[in-house]
């Protein structure tokens, strides 16, 4: 199946830092990618998607300005967790949605832990 | 929007009987079901998927089988191993995000 790459796969940060995580599509072009966030032994809650060359939509009670979405290539997203608290602390996870060879399917990432401290 | 039910939240069974999980969708407009594996501390994996112009598809010991009238689908794992422990969750969409279960604990006991 195809590759989503996903940096770091973990990271510990202190309160009040900003952290990034990328999201990358190898070998296909993912015009919309999706953010997770899971916590521990739940289910996987959309944050937002990301379009490429465009804003991306947030889902209701996700803040946009903590959780900045960047998407300017058809490879790459980025999410950045500003002024991190350590509620923020959970497991992200992207996803690249694959629409080549005429069926749609979507790969993810392999998850970034984010401990905040 | 989309809101998808599934059933059980746990489950075990003796290594090399049947394991079933299923779930229902709200929205009559999804027409993708896929179903993903994820073992502790990685990411969901897909392993079967099934679409609305499809009634029943087989993978090895993997079926999935998908009933439109009743917004109804099910993950089929027959003779199972220690292997196939892990979470499952199912998803339904449209053309719009995936939306996922809560997920099902399936133990398989040697």
């Known amino acids: 199946g195809a590759v989503v790459s996903q940096h770091p796969s973990r990271v510990i940060c202190k309160s009040g830092t900003s952290v990034k995580i990328e999201c990358r599509s190898l070998?296909?072009?993912?015009?919309?990618m999706f953010w997770y966030r899971q916590f521990p032994k739940q289910s996987l809650m959309l944050m937002a998607t990301?379009?490429?060359?465009?804003?991306?939509?947030?889902e209701q009670g996700v803040e946009k300005d903590k959780f900045l979405i960047n998407h300017a290539s058809l490879t790459l997203s980025t999410l950045t967790v500003t002024s991190a608290h350590p509620e923020d602390s959970s497991f992200y996870i992207c996803?690249?949605?694959?629409?080549?060879?005429?069926?749609?399917?979507?790969?993810f990432g392999s998850g970034t832990q984010l401990s905040v401290l | 929007g989309e809101n998808v039910e599934q059933h059980p939240s746990t489950l075990s069974v003796q290594e090399g009987d049947s394991a079933v999980i299923k779930c229902t969708y709200s929205d009559s407009a999804s027409n993708y079901f896929p179903w993903y594996k994820q073992e502790l501390g990685k990411r969901p994996q897909l392993i079967i998927d099934?679409?609305?112009?499809?009634g029943e598809k087989k993978d090895q010991r993997i079926a999935v089988t998908l009933n439109k009238t009743a917004k109804h689908f099910s993950l089929h794992i027959t003779e199972t191993q220690p292997e196939d422990s892990a979470v499952y969750f199912c998803a339904a969409s449209s053309w719009t995000p995936l939306v996922f279960g809560k997920g099902t604990r399936l133990s398989v006991i040697a």
């Open positions: 990301s379009n490429e060359g465009s804003k991306a939509t947030y």
């Open positions: 099934i679409r609305s112009n499809v």
């Open positions: 996803s690249a949605r694959d629409r080549s060879g005429g069926n749609e399917k979507l790969f």
């Open positions: 070998d296909f072009q993912a015009t919309t």
